[in-house]
C-alpha cells in the first residue's frame, strides 16, 4: 500500500544553519501529491507547502521542497533555521483519486540559539 | 474562512468504557478524517467519510466506530477503552481530492485510567 518515510525523531540544530527534513514515499498512484504539514504544540496541524509538478520547486514562509518522482521524494529545507520553526513536521502523500490523506510519523525539529 | 472544533478538549476515561468524540466543520467540505496522533507513530487514518452517511475504514479502525449524520458533523466512539491508553485524535475535512488542503482541528487527548 501507500506509505511516507520521513526522517525519524528528533532533529536538533543551532539558529542559522540549513534545514533538510527528508521525505520519501511509496504509491501505486500516478499521479501523486506531496505536502508538508506543520504541527506547533497546541494547535493545529496546518499545510506548509504542497508539491507541483516533477521537478519543480515549491516555496512557502522560507521552506522550500522539489517532487522529485525519479526518486520519489519531497525533501523539506530552509537555508536558515529559525527559533520559530521548533514543531512537528509531517510529510503527507494523496492523488488525484484518493481521499486517503497518507502522513508519515513525523519530525520534531528543535532549533537552539 | 472555516474552523473545525472538537469537543472535548480532554477525555478521562475507565477502563472498558465507551467513550465518544465529536468533530464539526463549518467549512461546508464533503470528506472528513479521523486520526489517532501518538509520539513516534506519526498520524494514523482510523476513519474517513466522503459524504454524509458515508464512512469508510482506515488503517486503524479496529476498537473504533464512527458516525456520519450530517455534513458539518463526524463522531468517533472507542468501543472499549483500553487501558494505559493515552492518545491525541484530531479530526480533519478537505473539499476535495489530489491536492487539496487538509484543516484540522485542535484535538481531544484521551486518557485511559
Known amino acids: 500500500g501507500d506509505s511516507v518515510t520521513q526522517t525519524e525523531g528528533l532533529v536538533t540544530l543551532t539558529e542559522g544553519l540549513p534545514v533538510m527534513l527528508n521525505c520519501t514515499y511509496q504509491t501505486i498512484y500516478s499521479n501523486a501529491f506531496l505536502f508538508w504539514y506543520v504541527h506547533y504544540l497546541n494547535e493545529s496541524p496546518w499545510l506548509l507547502l504542497r508539491s507541483s509538478t516533477d521537478n519543480k520547486r515549491t516555496e512557502h514562509q522560507g521552506f522550500h521542497a522539489t517532487l522529485h518522482k525519479s526518486s520519489s521524494s519531497f525533501h523539506l529545507q530552509k537555508s536558515s533555521a529559525q527559533l520559530s520553526d521548533s514543531a512537528l513536521y509531517y510529510c503527507a502523500l494523496s492523488d488525484t483519486n484518493a481521499y486517503k490523506v497518507i502522513f508519515g510519523k513525523g519530525t520534531h525539529l528543535h532549533v537552539l540559539p | 474562512g472555516g474552523i473545525i472544533t472538537q469537543t472535548p478538549k480532554f477525555l478521562i476515561g475507565q477502563e472498558g468504557q465507551k467513550l465518544t468524540l465529536k468533530c464539526q466543520q463549518n467549512f461546508n467540505h464533503d470528506t472528513m478524517y479521523w486520526y489517532r496522533q501518538d509520539s513516534g507513530k506519526g498520524l494514523r487514518l482510523i476513519y474517513y467519510s466522503i459524504t454524509e452517511n458515508d464512512l469508510q475504514k482506515g488503517d486503524l479502525s479496529e476498537g473504533y466506530d464512527a458516525s456520519r449524520e450530517k455534513k458539518s458533523s463526524f463522531s468517533l466512539t472507542v468501543t472499549s477503552a483500553q487501558k494505559n491508553e493515552m492518545a491525541v485524535f484530531l479530526c480533519?475535512?478537505?473539499?476535495?481530492?489530489?491536492?487539496?488542503?487538509?484543516?484540522f482541528g485542535k484535538g481531544t487527548r484521551l486518557t485511559v485510567v
Open positions: 480533519a475535512s478537505t473539499s476535495g481530492t489530489g491536492n487539496t488542503e487538509v484543516f
